[in-house]
Each structure stands twice: as C-alpha cells, then as structure tokens.
C-alpha cells in the first residue's frame, strides 16, 4: 500500500493528497470508536474517494502518449524562411477507463540561443481517452528549434486533486535566415563605376564560343543566336546559351563579433546580406565562399554548387555574434583558405581604422577587397563620411540598413 500512495503522491498535488489523507484516517477513527452504520458507510464513500484518486494519479494522464505532425506550406517542413509559421498537430492517447472532464496540455518551444515559448490549450479527450490538439506557431526568426516534453494536467471530476503526466513527441525543425533576390551586383560589371585600381580588375562576362545550352527566345537575339534544331522540336523560339568567362572567386566574410552590434536585428540584417549573395552567386555560377568570424572562425571554400551552398546556408542557421578579439587576428587563422586574385567581401558593422586594416590586410594577400556596411536599423545616421573615406582608398562600399534595400544598392542605383 505504501508503494501505491508513495506513486501516486509523486504525481499529485502534496498538499491536496494529504488533505485527503487526513479525513480518510479521522472516518477511520470514527469507525473504530464510534461504530454504527452512518460511520461505516462515511468510511466506506471516503475510501472509494481515495481509491479514485489513487488510481487516477498511477493511470491515466501519467501514462499519456503521444505522436507530433508538423505542416507548413512549403515543401520541406522541417526547413522554413525567417517569418515564416509552422502548424501543429499533437495527437494524444491517454489510457485507462476513468472519465476526465478535460485536460490542458502545455507544450515549450525551444530556440538554439535559449529562447522560448510556451503554448497552452485545454482538449476534451474522447471516451477512449484520445484527442486531437492543433495550434500554429508565432512568425519564426532563423534557428533551430526543438518542442520540449509536453506536461498534461488533468483534475478529476470533482476538483479535488491535479494529476500531471509527461511525455517526449519528437518535433524539431530549422528556420532559414531572411534573404532577398539580389538581380546583379555591380561589383561584377565591366563598367561598374568602381573608384582607384579595383577598375581595371573588374572582369567581364562575355560569352564563349562554347554552347552551354538552350533557352528561351530573349526579344533582341541576333539571328545567328538561334538554335533551330530545338526551335522546329518544341515549337516555340529558342536560343543557344553560351558559357561565360570565368571570374575571380569570391569570399563572403561576415563579421561575428559580440561587441559590434548594437542589436540582435542588426546582427540578422547581416547574416541576411550574406545569405542573399550565396543565392546570387549560385545563380550567377560565380565561386562564392564563406568565412564566418564568430565564436571559431569557420572558412567555406568557393565553390559553384548547390550542394555547397546549402552547407553555408546550414551553417548560418545556429551562428551567433559571439565573437571576441581583432578581426586581422582572427583573419590570420584561417588565411590560408583565401584564393589570391578574389574578392574579399567583408560584411560588418565596424569602421574606422579596424576595418582599413582589414582592407589592407586583404590587399597585401593579392584580394581585392570591399565592404558591404551594415546600419542599425533602429538608427537614421546613414554614415556617408565612412563611405568617402572607403572611396578615397578605391575600396569599394556599399551601406544598408534594411534587407529590401540591397538590390539596388548593390545594383548601383543607390551607391552610398
């Protein structure tokens, strides 16, 4: 007996079980010193309360189980865009044959840097104890988040006692950083209005003799451009697709430092820029790599697949600013990873002397470098004399304070 009470008191409330306890052992007492048929009756009912008590604290919602669905309308998910919600379907089996009113079912969400939320709904089970619950999460920032265990409460019908039961349903998913269409870069244009000696370096991206392929019709195509085989095949214009000139690679080196933000949107803003030009690079077939200057100073080869890509993009999923020291310190570990002859994008919030000698430091390694400098967002100084200052070097920048600004800005309708 003393297992059962010590098993049920581990899942109801001490307070109440006692309280129960008590009045349970003083109709005892009655019995036994005062006798008759009111006191043993008395006995029995509160007994059968206890009973119910007990067996409803070792059964039922402490045995709950369930199984967890997500739904979102993209394709995968398990992978969302920042701003993006998932939908929920918590499927709940609660055993044994005594009837609960309801039970309210708490679920925590969990993000990668600490964060969380908690979710709260009552659900009705059936009379085979099963239910349903659906809830939908608030508008995501990147991550990775996982569902903790889920608690049920259950009282009985009288009100007397709170029975808690816990379960695990596996439910983790990643959250993509924001990223924006970027349609050309003016770094990469051959007459892109670049100060100092970056001129003469900027490449072209003229064509190859060399057939890479068939696409459409593009109004203006020279008729020697025209692929009529696959023309009189599919029915509809189509023109031969050359290979282009190959281009210096390029190295994405986005600043991780603790101390440079002065906010978490700012640090997002960044990890955002970055994340759009890997999409412009795969797009553009241009060798784009990464360097992450955080807690360890992560290098990403340049590389033109998507497969590549992805492994950028996973990594910028959990990184935090959490960034201590120099940056040419930090630079110089991983140095070796840096082609000569790229392009040697720093994207960061600093200025001043720190990140001319980054920009020197770049240079002397036979890269050319720039800056793609990122404002608070919360801040209306748009820092111009620091972008006149990267001019008069030839050090080409670039400011934003927004993700919705970047295309033109890169695109040179906004050079600031």
């Known amino acids: 007996m003393k297992s059962y009470l010590s098993g049920a008191a581990a899942v109801i409330q001490p307070g109440k079980l006692a309280g129960v306890l008590a009045i349970w052992g003083i109709t005892l007492l009655y019995v036994l010193f005062q006798g008759g048929k009111t006191s043993f009756m008395l006995f029995i009912m509160v007994t059968v309360l206890l009973l119910y008590l007990i067996i409803g604290g070792l059964g039922g919602v402490r045995r709950a189980r369930g199984t967890r669905s997500l739904y979102s309308e993209q394709d995968k998910p398990d992978l969302l865009y920042a701003g993006g919600f998932l939908r929920v379907k918590l499927n709940i089996t609660i055993p044994g044959f005594l009837p609960l009113p309801y039970v309210v079912v708490r679920e925590i969400l969990k993000r990668h840097n600490g964060e969380s939320w908690v979710f709260e709904e009552s659900l009705i089970p059936s009379l085979k104890g099963k239910g349903e619950l659906h809830f939908q999460t608030p508008a995501l920032e990147r991550g990775h988040y996982t569902f903790e265990s889920t608690d049920i409460l259950a009282e009985d019908i009288f009100g007397l006692v709170e029975h808690k039961g816990t379960f695990h349903a596996e439910g983790q998913f990643r959250v993509l950083p924001r990223s924006v269409f970027v349609p050309r870069w003016q770094l990469y244009e051959r007459r892109a209005r670049l100060a100092g000696p970056q001129a003469s370096l900027v490449p072209s991206r003229r064509e190859t003799t060399q057939i890479n392929g068939v696409r459409d019709y593009v109004y203006g195509d020279r008729l020697t451009r025209i692929h009529w085989n696959a023309t009189a095949k599919t029915g509809d214009w189509k023109s031969k697709e050359f290979e282009h000139e190959s281009i210096p690679k390029t190295v994405l080196v986005l600043d991780g430092s603790a101390s440079a933000y002065g ?154």
């Open 263 to 416: 906010s978490s949107n700012q640090f997002e803003l960044a990890v955002s820029v970055t994340s759009s030009l890997l999409g412009y690079g795969i797009r553009e077939r241009i060798g784009i790599g990464m360097c992450c200057l955080d807690k360890n100073t992560k290098v990403f080869s340049p590389a033109e697949g998507s497969a590549e890509r992805q492994k950028m993009i996973q990594y910028l999923i959990d990184i935090n600013a959490e960034g201590r020291g120099p940056l040419i310190t930090r630079l110089e570990k991983a140095y070796r990873m840096f082609p000569k002859g790229s392009y040697f994008v720093l994207i960061s919030p600093q200025s001043g002397q720190p990140v001319l000698d980054v920009m020197r430091w770049a240079e002397s390694r036979g890269m050319t470098p720039s800056q793609i400098h990122v404002r608070n967002p919360a801040a209306k100084n748009r820092n111009q004399e620091w972008m006149d200052v990267l001019a008069s070097r030839g050090i080409t920048g670039y400011s934003v304070s927004s993700l919705q600004e970047l295309p033109a800005v890169l695109g040179g309708d906004r050079v600031i």
